[in-house]
């Protein structure tokens, strides 16, 4: 079974705000691979990655930067799969700067945004988008 959810992160220091995200995400039985790839360092990396998400089976992605790195955004602007974003607590602003840079999209090119850090919620979030065509998991996430 392929995975349904895609996470990619900017960089390798944000991989332990991702751990409540993963482990949501395992508690409710649901695939996922991760990757890092900067929107800023390797754009063509992200590109192809948004841009073959669906043909791989992906479902929704998630995606975590911190600063004022605009992973989230770059992928929102490359599918029409439900992009989550989770700005990443970093650098002088602590985070703020990440949110406003994850939150502040264009119409048209939508990105679902948590708190700060808010990793445990972009899991919830994920398994709540999926539930809506999985019953079973929507029985999971009742529990």
Same mark, same amino acid.
């Given at each position: 079974?392929?995975?349904?959810?895609?996470?990619?992160?900017?960089?390798?220091?944000?991989?332990?705000?991702?751990?409540?995200?993963?482990?949501?995400?395992?508690?409710?039985?649901?695939?996922?691979?991760?990757?890092?790839?900067?929107?800023?360092?390797?754009?063509?990396?992200?590109?192809?990655?948004?841009?073959?998400?669906?043909?791989?089976?992906?479902? =929704?992605?998630?995606?975590? *930067?911190?600063? $004022?790195?605009? +992973? &989230?955004?770059?992928?929102? !602007?490359?599918?029409?799969?439900?992009?989550?974003?989770?700005?990443?607590?970093?650098?002088?602003?602590?985070?703020?700067?990440?949110?406003?840079?994850?939150?502040?999209?264009?119409?048209?090119?939508?990105?679902?945004? =948590?708190?700060?850090?808010? *990793?445990?919620? $972009?899991?919830? +979030? &994920?398994?709540?988008?999926? !539930?809506?065509?999985?019953?079973?998991?929507?029985?999971?996430?009742?529990?």
């Amino acid at each position: 079974m392929s995975p349904s959810v895609g996470i990619l992160v900017g960089s390798e220091s944000d991989l332990p705000v991702l751990e409540k995200c993963t482990a949501r995400l395992e508690g409710y039985g649901i695939e996922y691979e991760l990757e890092v790839c900067s929107a800023h360092r390797n754009p063509e990396g992200v590109s192809e990655y948004a841009g073959t998400a669906r043909e791989r089976g992906l479902k =929704v992605i998630i995606c975590a *930067a911190g600063m $004022a790195a605009h +992973l &989230a955004g770059a992928v929102a !602007a490359r599918t029409n799969l439900p992009v989550i974003g989770i700005p990443v607590a970093s650098g002088t602003l602590s985070g703020f700067d990440a949110l406003l840079a994850t939150v502040q999209m264009p119409s048209g090119v939508p990105v679902a945004t =948590v708190a700060v850090n808010g *990793a445990a919620n $972009a899991g919830v +979030l &994920a398994a709540q988008i999926l !539930a809506l065509s999985d019953p079973e998991l929507a029985e999971r996430l009742e529990g």
